[in-house]
T-cell receptor, first 112, second 117 residues
Framework: SQKIEQNSEALNIQEGKTATLTCNYT??????LQWYRQDPGRGPVFLLL?????KEKRKERLKVTFDTTLKQSLFHITASQPADSATYLC???????????FGSGTRLSIRP | GAVVSQHPSRVICKSGTSVKIECRSL??????MFWYRQFPKQSLMLMAT?????????EQGVEKDKFLINHASLTLSTLTVTSAHPEDSSFYIC?????????????FGSGTQLSVL
């Protein structure tokens, strides 16, 4: 069956370093992937969308890559800051019913 | 970007009572809204798709008589948790897309933390 997997373990990074989060997919080829940020007790917020024909997309300190050979998307935060601490969710395109199913998310903690 | 307002943000109720959660699209019309449920440290679980003017589509395992969804207008969807029990305690979040976007980003409400005593 089609599957989206994120590293469910928390990621702890020293402030100023680059944080890299992984989203792997199996048994299908999504036309794009979306990344969202969720803070505790809040709804997710859209960050970036990368299409299968785009190798890389950037937005300020954020960078997303899409490797269709490895079936993987990487989400990078450069010059990380404690304010970047949150859970980051990967989401594939919606199913036939136009609903988006999210990955399990990776909890990122940036320590000062 | 588009704004989705969800109310209340937090509710505490006694077991056996019903709780209504509202989700409004403030600056756009949403023919479809989605309701998610989230337990602590877990990801979002889609409960149902709310369709304006028609019945909601529920995901497998979600009791439609337990979680009543009404989408009576293009800007409002409501989720009513009927006869709530402690196991219904969770974080409920709604979302919507702006018109014309079939497959792209979602805008989320701020969520409702439900605690059933």
């Amino acid at each position: 069956s089609q599957k989206i997997e994120q590293n469910s373990e928390a990621l702890n990074i020293q402030e100023g370093k680059t944080a890299t989060l992984t989203c792997n997919y199996t048994n299908y080829s999504p036309a794009y992937l979306q990344w969202y940020r969720q803070d505790p007790g809040r709804g997710p917020v859209f960050l970036l969308l990368i299409r299968e024909n785009e190798k890389e997309k950037r937005k300020e300190r954020l960078k997303v890559t899409f490797d269709t050979t490895l079936k993987q998307s990487l989400f990078h935060i450069t010059a990380s800051q404690p304010a970047d601490s949150a859970t980051y969710l990967c989401a594939p395109p919606p199913s036939s019913a136009s609903k988006i199913i999210f990955g399990s998310g990776t909890r990122l903690s940036i320590r000062p | 970007g588009a704004v989705v307002s969800q109310h209340p943000s937090r509710v505490i109720c006694k077991s056996g009572t019903s709780v209504k959660i509202e989700c409004r699209s403030l600056d756009f019309q949403a023919t479809t809204m989605f309701w998610y449920r989230q337990f602590p440290k877990q990801s979002l679980m889609l409960m149902a798709t709310s369709n304006e003017g028609s019945k909601a589509t529920y995901e497998q395992g979600v009791e439609k008589d337990k979680f009543l969804i009404n989408h009576a207008s293009l800007t409002l969807s409501t989720l009513t948790v009927t006869s709530a029990h402690p196991e219904d305690s969770s974080f409920y979040i709604c979302s919507a897309r702006t018109p014309g976007q079939v497959s792209e980003k979602l805008f989320f409400g701020s969520g409702t933390q439900l605690s059933v005593l």
